[in-house]
């Protein structure tokens, strides 16, 4: 159930039950109700996700995060999926999809493929079980693991690499029969699993466990915004910070009234991809061996050749994933950039939602170099049929790192801060403002 805390209903509850949290996209001040089991509250003014309430909220994500990680050990131990074309087989394993293209001399590839869907989600799901258990235990390190885990959150692609063996198998589904082994059933688990543990820990209950929520020395009202009251948020476990307080008193990590030079550091990343979407393009992804001929493609010639053999949803994905959500994001974020230059008026009401769906987004242009990673690790009948990673697949890989990178160095709170020669005694009220 969502539960918007509007500020009548905010003023329905006791100061006693309430508690005053600072949203991180808009930077408003504004009562939390205590929440009862399964509800959730969003921000009354972006509408950010700023606390829930779990049932079971310790066992029911180390069940998740446990299973996860035990369906991720049999993916690794079985066949996956198995090609049958003009009387040849191959197989693949899971660890393939890195291994293959280690060997094909794709060094940087093969690492990056191997933390997106084994590294980075394996620590993610270990990282959630030892929180949980540290709600049971006092274990040490709790601080610096829960810092880490939300800081690897992003680059956990297991439902993009899911996506990826669907668009593989649609390609190959043509001119092979394909078998899907035990552990391509164990991956599918893992996915689901891994997501649902990701649902059920919230980042607000889970470090009120771990220390309680510091009283900001300040008195600070509900319905104005952080920086006209002069006080800060941390972004790494949501504690109010008064400005003049250098650390967060619960977590201990250094908080910038804003992201240190954000939209310096979002254009110099943003322009880095602009100039290699060039390259990226131009740059062959993938080259397929098919009797004996070679043939090099590029993002948009594989694209016009899987629409002309009528494979259009497939096509259609591809379009979408790999040309027009990296060239929007970016133009997108240049925009952000521009309108935190603007007044206040002048900005786009649902600019920080907007963000929000860029940077959700975004990551999903990623399916392409992983089908790549797939169709190499599963198509090897030397002469007969094979596929290898071209340089166009790194090169596209690091535009798609640049644009997440741009959208987490980017302060969405910028995009409600008055301009610096406005600031001065400037109050914000939630209820009359835009
Ligand atoms: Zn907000
Ligand atoms: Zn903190």
Same mark, same amino acid.
């Given at each position: 159930?969502?539960?918007?805390?509007?500020?009548?209903?905010?003023?329905?509850?006791?100061?006693?039950?309430?508690?005053?949290?600072?949203?991180?996209?808009?930077?408003?001040?504004?009562?939390?109700?205590?929440?009862?089991?399964?509800?959730?509250?969003?921000?009354?003014?972006?509408?950010?996700?700023?606390?829930?309430?779990?049932?079971?909220?310790?066992?029911?994500? @180390? &069940?998740?995060?446990? =299973?996860?990680?035990?369906?991720? +050990?049999?993916?690794?131990?079985?066949? #996956? /999926?198995?090609?049958? $074309?003009?009387?040849?087989?191959?197989?693949?394993?899971?660890?393939?999809?890195?291994?293959?293209?280690?060997?094909?001399?794709?060094?940087?590839?093969?690492?990056?493929?191997?933390?997106?869907?084994?590294?980075?989600?394996?620590?993610?799901?270990?990282?959630?079980?030892?929180?949980?258990?540290?709600?049971?235990?006092?274990?040490?390190?709790?601080?610096?693991?829960?810092?880490?885990?939300? @800081? &690897?959150?992003?680059? =956990?692609?297991?439902?993009?690499? +899911?996506?990826?063996?669907?668009?593989? #198998? /649609?390609?190959?589904? $043509?001119?092979?029969?394909?078998?899907?082994?035990?552990?391509?059933?164990?991956?599918?688990?893992?996915?689901?699993?891994?997501?649902?543990?990701?649902?059920?820990?919230?980042?607000?209950?889970?470090?009120?466990?771990?220390?309680?929520?510091?009283?900001?020395?300040?008195?600070?009202?509900?319905?104005?915004?952080?920086?006209?009251?002069?006080?800060?948020?941390?972004?790494?476990?949501?504690? @109010?910070?008064?400005?003049?307080?250098?650390?967060?008193?619960?977590?201990?990590?250094?908080?910038?009234?804003?992201?240190?030079?954000?939209?310096?550091?979002?254009?110099?990343?943003?322009?880095?991809?602009?100039?290699?979407?060039?390259?990226?393009?131009?740059?062959?992804?993938?080259?397929?061996?098919?009797?004996?001929?070679?043939?090099?493609?590029?993002?948009?010639?594989?694209?016009?050749?899987?629409?002309?053999?009528?494979?259009?949803?497939?096509?259609?994905?591809?379009?979408?994933?790999?040309?027009?959500?990296?060239?929007?994001?970016?133009?997108?974020?240049?925009?952000?950039?521009?309108?935190?230059?603007?007044?206040?008026?002048?900005?786009?009401?649902?600019?920080?939602?907007?963000?929000?769906?860029?940077?959700?987004?975004?990551?999903?242009?990623?399916?392409?170099?992983?089908?790549?990673?797939?169709?190499?690790?599963?198509?090897?009948?030397?002469?007969?049929?094979?596929?290898?990673?071209?340089?166009?697949?790194?090169?596209?890989?690091?535009?798609?790192?640049?644009?997440?990178?741009?959208?987490?160095?980017?302060?969405?709170?910028?995009?409600?801060?008055?301009?610096?020669?406005?600031?001065?005694?400037?109050?914000?009220?939630?209820?009359?403002?835009?």
């Amino acid at each position: 159930m969502l539960l918007s805390t509007t500020a009548n209903n905010a003023e329905q509850h006791s100061a006693a039950e309430d508690e005053l949290a600072l949203c991180p996209h808009c930077d408003l001040v504004q009562h939390l109700p205590l929440l009862q089991p399964g509800e959730e509250a969003s921000c009354v003014r972006c509408g950010h996700h700023l606390d829930a309430c779990h049932i079971e909220s310790v066992m029911r994500p @180390m &069940l998740y995060a446990g =299973s996860a990680l035990f369906m991720l +050990l049999l993916a690794n131990l079985f066949p #996956f /999926v198995s090609m049958f $074309a003009a009387g040849n087989s191959s197989e693949m394993n899971f660890f393939d999809t890195s291994s293959v293209l280690f060997q094909q001399h794709q060094q940087w590839l093969a690492i990056l493929v191997w933390l997106f869907i084994q590294a980075v989600p394996a620590a993610c799901m270990l990282a959630i079980i030892y929180l949980k258990l540290g709600m049971l235990y006092r274990l040490p390190a709790r601080t610096w693991v829960a810092r880490v885990l939300y @800081m &690897l959150k992003p680059w =956990s692609m297991v439902d993009i690499f +899911l996506m990826g063996l669907i668009i593989s #198998f /649609v390609k190959l589904v $043509a001119d092979a029969d394909i078998s899907l082994g035990p552990s391509f059933w164990a991956f599918c688990l893992f996915c689901l699993l891994h997501l649902r543990a990701f649902q059920v820990v919230d980042r607000r209950e889970l470090w009120s466990k771990i220390a309680p929520n510091p009283k900001p020395q300040l008195a600070a009202h509900a319905g104005k915004s952080g920086l006209a009251q002069n006080v800060k948020l941390c972004k790494v476990c949501t504690a @109010m910070v008064p400005v003049t307080q250098t650390h967060c008193s619960r977590c201990h990590t250094k908080v910038p009234l804003r992201r240190k030079a954000s939209v310096q550091n979002t254009l110099a990343l943003l322009l880095a991809a602009t100039l290699l979407y060039i390259p990226a393009n131009l740059l062959p992804i993938m080259r397929t061996i098919s009797f004996g001929e070679t043939t090099d493609s590029t993002i948009i010639s594989g694209l016009l050749l899987m629409w002309q053999d009528g494979a259009y949803p497939v096509a259609i994905i591809i379009l979408i994933a790999s040309v027009l959500v990296p060239v929007a994001k970016i133009i997108i974020m240049f925009w952000l950039c521009y309108l935190t230059r603007l007044p206040l008026a002048q900005r786009q009401r649902y600019s920080t939602q907007i963000y929000r769906l860029v940077d959700w987004v975004g990551r999903w242009s990623m399916v392409d170099v992983l089908v790549v990673a797939i169709m190499a690790a599963l198509v090897r009948f030397d002469l007969l049929m094979s596929v290898y990673p071209g340089v166009g697949a790194l090169v596209f890989a690091a535009v798609v790192i640049l644009t997440m990178l741009a959208a987490l160095s980017f302060d969405p709170r910028l995009l409600w801060d008055p301009l610096p020669e406005q600031q001065k005694g400037v109050r914000f009220d939630a209820a009359t403002e835009r």
